[in-house]
């Protein structure tokens, strides 16, 4: 059950960055969607949702291999932890 809900946490966010890069692409091709008032606002959105989805993503897998001692050196933890 664990890790159907740790599936769940990374597959939102992925979404989300998908969602985005499709806004982006959306607004730089004039396709305005009913929920977004311009194709500026759309960009910004879109923008937004990658780097967000995207950046959790990243950062989560960063956090698991930095655990596990599977980063380079110069990401290693100094500490004990």
């Known amino acids: 059950m664990t890790r159907i809900i740790a599936l769940l946490v990374?597959?939102?966010p992925g979404i989300a960055g998908v969602v985005g890069i499709?806004?982006?692409?959306?607004?730089?091709f004039g396709i305005v969607h009913p929920i977004f008032p311009n194709f500026i606002i759309e960009l910004i959105a879109g923008i937004l949702m990658f780097i967000i989805g995207f950046g959790f993503v990243g950062g989560f897998i960063f956090y698991r291999d930095r655990k596990r001692n599977n980063v380079q050196q110069r990401f290693r933890n100094k500490g004990g932890n």
């Not at 499709?22 to 730089?28: N, P, V």
């Open 22 to 28: 499709k806004l982006i692409r959306d607004s730089l």
């Open 10 to 12: 990374l597959v939102i």
